[in-house]
């Protein structure tokens, strides 16, 4: 069994907007207040967190996370993996690196970064990282068995995990065909769904249904939201039977 924590599910910006004044920023509902996105994925021995936003300290502190084995990415967005320095106090308390898993491009964007973390020689203190490539193979942390799933995010290659009976996906547009059948038969699905306007880069609101309905999962949270979805009541009353969106500290067991 394993236990995932929603520790974030806004956009880039996170929500409330800077300087919004529209009913979601100003909302008193804390559902409508939304870190970046990032999940936590915990079994009985492993705890593994999905993207290290620039929100990640306060992720951690705010769900008690006190151990971590290993931090997967899903693309080199900074509002993905912005806070990857934060990872410091799990090295100190461990006395060892961070596992990291990542495709080519974002660790380049990795290295690019944090390049004080990949110095030959380097002061303490300093992030310790041992980088772990992910291309088309399965792949084991602890307990947990992630099977990467190529999605697009319009021209940039996005990686998506099923995850047992649960998959997670974010940051897309556009889902192949050969990966869609990695994804059925899921019996938890979490997918982007940005707002109900169109979108560059993004599912709609719509699209993301849409998507729903040809992979037939029975239960689907939609995640990574600007202040434009609406306010989570109203528009989660407005959805099917077995959607629903994501909120930051939800959990749920699969």
């Known amino acids: 069994m394993f236990d995932i924590t929603i520790l974030g599910s806004g956009t880039s910006t996170g929500v409330p907007l ?3 004044d529209c009913p979601v920023c100003l ?3 804390p559902k409508d207040n939304r870190l970046r996105t990032s999940i936590k994925i915990s079994s009985a021995t492993t705890t593994v967190v999905i ?7 306060y992720q951690m502190l705010r769900t008690n996370t006190t151990v971590l084995d290993a931090v997967v990415f899903t693309h080199p967005h900074r509002d993905h993996y912005a806070g990857l320095d934060d990872i410091r106090p799990f090295n100190f308390f461990s006395n060892k690196a961070m596992h990291i898993y990542a495709n080519e491009i974002t660790q380049v964007a990795i290295k690019r970064d944090f390049y004080y973390a990949f110095e030959p020689s380097k002061d ?3 992030p310790e990282m041992e980088l772990h490539t992910i291309d088309t193979a399965p792949f084991l942390i602890g307990d947990i068995p992630f099977i990467p799933i190529h999605v697009m995010h319009r021209e940039l290659p996005v990686l998506g995990f099923r995850i047992g009976d649960f998959t997670y996906i974010t940051d897309a547009n556009f889902i192949a065909p050969a990966e869609q059948e990695k994804i059925k038969g899921s019996k938890i699905l979490i ?6 306007e169109p979108h560059p880069t993004h599912f709609t609101v719509d699209q993301a249904l849409n998507m729903v309905e040809l992979l037939g999962v029975p239960q689907t949270y939609f995640t990574h939201f600007s202040h434009q979805i609406g306010l989570h009541k109203e528009v989660e009353s407005q959805l099917p039977k077995g959607v629903q969106l994501a909120y930051d500290g939800m959990t749920f067991s699969i």
């Open 191 to 196: 997918l982007n769904a940005l707002r109900r």
């Open 18 to 20: 800077i300087g919004c």
């Open 124 to 126: 303490a203190g300093l």
């Open 27 to 29: 909302s008193t509902d």
């Open 51 to 57: 993207d290290t936003t620039p929100d990640f300290r």
